[in-house]
């Protein structure tokens, strides 16, 4: 109910900034847009290098990977907009990326070229390209990324009219070109880091405005100026200001004029003649992303008489809008294609001026397991998804699977795929050092340019949590499952050997999976730490009398005994220490512990990652035959069983994120493996 007639309106009002929106509107004239350049002269920058400094803005961090320093722009993790276009796993291309926005930036000749992200379907090209659009939006409404632009206030029988820039351009264009090389200096005085950039000529319109008016006021430039009101210019793609994007259409329907411009027959008979530049629509999108940048959507798909436009506007920074000289222009040229397209491209003799001023930048898939279990994550954020609960290592599964398809078998008949799917996440191999690991990525050159695309993966999740087949959870068999189902429609597997390579790839990931919860499971049944922590005890007392060659006092008889060889090698064989290395494994853990009381502190069995797991395994393997895992395949299942498993069930959804009905599931597929002798000794 509301107690007054505008208490909504009220309400909704004063959600508005109005500090920022007077900041946005700011309107003055030009001396005080001068003003505005002697404080901060970084006002005039070109689109380059607004761009380059608004992905800076949003902080980077600097790694070492494989011995190798990269950088990770935080800007492309879409923070502001809560991760919503976040680019997973492409850390190496995004730094190509900003290298050529900062060349640009520093007048280097990448400022001269389109940039070309080049890639598979469903590579994320679309998304950088729609995050840099964005961004630009963003940046200039903060003051360090203001951006400024003019109108003329003009008398047309006895009322005034307002006539914006059309192309949107930097005020300074308006003070003569020979006159700039006096002036610049000095409004640039107190930044002498930052020099005022090439502006080039007037747009013909506003150059027709300002000859007329210098003939009125004969050449008196003051009184010229005072019919400039210079305004704050906010880019926006829905209102075509700042930012453009160029998709082609059907060739009948579509001329270069879209991108320069066309006559507008309305006006004609008010200036009477069609090469009256006041009779121009400046709204090609060249002219509309001025300032900024303009997006060409699969742009190898263009006619070739838009090409000649767009190389104009590339090497020149030019276009040739019909009946008007050339026009200088400042923008972002951003294109994407993917591989089809670009071969053509490449094989095209009449595309060579293109190739010549393209710089490509490849956009592959992601192969790295955890970056691309991040897209999943995101888009099937949270456990709970339509009231279903996704079981864990469901999407990292299918991730499993998807970067699978991308990886080249590699050339060392040691090394299976998926090994080096886990090299390339960060784990370690014996045998194999950073060094390897770079060889394997160089050797692979064409790696993630082919493969299976995450969005086909998002389709299959999304069947699954739609089906029938789980009420309250799917896990990953269930997706697994759906992923093979679609291999026989899928349009995008180019060959029958392919399509079965990626079938043996979904055994492979179910095998992994079997083994992962195989572990999971019995660290569940081990997970009692009393336990552990006394066999922890157990192992250690005896290795330290191994090693010192001494004897160790049995509590229960009170006699010295010789160190329990025995108990010993059942802990160390559960990690593979081969009994010609059991000295130096004790030695190890020996020295460890010595290494932490140096340190002032304790050892305990969680601090060594190995020892930890060998005495689960341990642990699991005395405690498995007490619970008879292998009775829950049968019907009858006795009380004290059935307590048991429940504990352990308690376990698997306290510490390992399943559900009562996921946790049941894996329960007894583990224990149907136990049950066909499956299971590690």
Not at 134 to 150: F, H, L, N, Q, S
Not at 162 to 184: G, M, N, Q, T
Not at 262 to 286: C, L, Q, V
């Amino acid at each position: 109910m509301t107690t007054g007639p505008h208490t909504w309106t009220s309400k909704i009002a004063a959600l508005q900034d109005k500090k920022e929106y007077a900041e946005l509107n700011w309107e003055g004239s030009f001396e005080e847009y001068l003003a505005i350049v002697r404080q901060n002269p970084r006002v005039t920058r070109t689109a380059y290098q607004r761009l380059y400094d608004m992905v800076l803005s949003h902080g980077k961090t600097e790694y070492i990977d494989n011995k190798k320093k990269l950088v990770r722009y935080h800007f492309f993790s879409d923070d502001r907009n809560g991760g919503r276009d976040a680019v997973f796993g492409l850390d190496v291309p995004l730094m190509k990326l900003v290298n050529v926005f900062k060349s640009a930036a520093l007048g280097y000749g990448t400022e001269k070229r389109v940039i070309l992200l080049h890639g598979p379907v469903g590579s994320s090209k679309s998304t950088i390209a729609r995050l840099l659009k964005r961004g630009m939006e963003d940046y200039v409404k903060t003051p360090e990324g203001a951006c400024y632009t003019y109108s003329w206030n003009l008398e047309k029988n006895g009322t005034q009219e307002r006539i914006v820039s059309p192309l949107h351009e930097e005020p300074l264009k308006l003070i003569p070109r020979d006159w700039r090389a006096k002036v610049f200096p000095e409004l640039t005085a107190g930044d002498k880091g930052f020099t005022i950039p090439e502006l080039g000529e007037l747009n013909p319109a506003c150059r027709y405005i300002f000859k007329d008016l210098m003939n009125r006021y004969h050449g008196d430039f003051t009184k010229v100026m005072s019919h400039i009101r210079v305004h704050r210019l906010v880019f926006s793609e829905k209102d075509r200001v700042g930012i453009g994007t160029f998709q082609p259409k059907d060739e009948k329907n579509q001329d270069s004029t879209e991108l320069t411009g066309d006559i507008n027959y309305r006006k004609i008979a008010e200036y009477g003649s069609d090469s009256d530049p006041r009779a121009f629509n400046f709204d090609g999108e060249f002219c509309v992303a001025n300032r900024g940048i303009i997006e060409f959507v699969e742009m190898l798909k263009l006619d070739v008489a838009f090409l000649y436009d767009l190389l104009g506007a590339t090497q020149e920074h030019k276009i040739k809008p019909k009946k008007f000289p050339q026009t200088d222009i400042d923008e972002v040229i951003l294109g994407h294609t993917n591989e089809p397209e670009f071969k053509k491209l490449e094989s095209n003799e009449f595309m060579e001026a293109l190739r010549d001023r393209t710089v490509k930048i490849d956009i592959p898939y992601i192969t790295k397991l955890s970056e691309e279990q991040k897209i999943y994550e995101k888009e099937f954020n949270g456990r709970r998804i339509k009231g279903k609960h996704i079981a864990p290592h469901t999407l990292e599964m299918a991730a499993m699977w998807a970067v699978l398809t991308r990886l080249e078998e590699p050339k060392k008949h040691n090394l299976s795929v998926l090994q080096k799917l886990k090299l390339y996440n960060g784990k370690t191999l014996p045998n194999f050092t950073e060094d390897n690991i770079k060889e394997l990525r160089k050797e692979a050159a064409r790696e993630g340019l082919e493969g299976i695309s995450p969005r086909y993966v998002q389709d299959k999740v999304s069947n699954a949590l739609v089906s029938d087949k789980s009420e309250t959870s799917i896990n990953p068999f269930m997706v697994l499952n759906e992923l093979e189902a679609g291999l026989k429609n899928h349009s995008l597997i180019p060959s029958e050997d392919t399509r079965k390579r990626y079938r043996e790839l979904l055994n492979t990931v179910k095998q992994e999976y079997e083994d992962i919860v195989k572990n999971e499971v019995q660290r569940a049944i081990s997970a009692d730490e009393d336990a552990i922590a006394k066999l922890c005890g157990n192992y250690i007392d005896n290795v330290k009398a191994y090693t010192q060659k001494e004897k160790i006092r049995n509590k229960y008889t009170g006699l010295y005994e010789e160190p329990d060889e025995r108990l010993m090698r059942s802990i160390e064989e559960k990690i593979d220490v081969p009994e010609s290395r059991k000295d130096d494994f004790r030695r190890e853990i020996m020295n460890y512990i010595g290494a932490l009381a140096i340190d002032g502190k304790t050892f305990n069995w969680r601090t060594n990652e190995r020892l930890q797991k060998a005495l689960e395994l341990k642990l699991f393997e005395d405690q498995k035959d007490s619970i008879k895992l292998k009775t829950l395949v049968s019907s009858v299942v006795d009380r004290e069983t059935q307590e048991k498993i429940d504990v352990v069930k308690s376990r698997l959804i306290k510490n390992f994120g399943y559900d009562e009905e996921s946790a049941t599931d894996v329960l007894n597929f583990v224990a149907s493996i136990f049950a066909r002798g499956d299971a590690k000794e």
